[in-house]
């Protein structure tokens, strides 16, 4: 069974840092690609973040870009969202997923990605 656990979320002032992790089991997970989402109030849920689980091939969405990094520990089997700058609007439930079926291709839709985890929040104070 495939399990995805997110863990770091948390309240920070604007202009704070905060550093999400995303540990996943039940796959061998070296061909596939990982993705961040988020996920306010009323809100669709949006892309923040992909990368292969390689690290050879990564996107972010434009309101987050040169802000957050995203990365990988193969040994863990865990993902990561490093955040800086926070800003209020990066308020919002984020959530990690896996795309099981990723080629070369990282994908922004969530309804392309298979496996998700169950969520942690984020609040930026202003």
């Known amino acids: 069974q495939v399990q995805l656990v997110e863990s770091g979320g948390g309240l920070v002032q604007a202009g704070g840092s905060l550093r999400l992790s995303c540990t996943a089991s039940?796959?061998?997970?070296?061909?596939?690609?990982m993705g961040w989402f988020r996920q306010a109030p009323g809100k669709e849920r949006e892309f923040v973040a992909a990368?292969?689980?390689?690290?050879?091939?990564?996107q972010y969405a434009d309101s987050v870009n040169g802000r957050f990094t995203v990365s990988a520990d193969n040994t863990r089997n865990t993902v990561y969202l490093q955040m800086n700058s926070l800003k209020p609007e990066d308020t919002a439930v984020y959530y990690c997923?896996?795309?099981?079926?990723?080629?070369?291709?990282?994908?922004?839709?969530?309804?392309?990605?298979?496996?998700w985890g169950q969520g942690t929040q984020v609040t930026v104070s202003s």
């Open positions: 997923a896996v795309d099981h079926y990723y080629y070369s291709d990282l994908r922004r839709i969530p309804k392309e990605y298979d496996y």
């Open positions: 039940g796959l061998t997970f070296s061909s596939d690609a």
């Open positions: 990368s292969s689980w390689s690290g050879d091939n990564k």
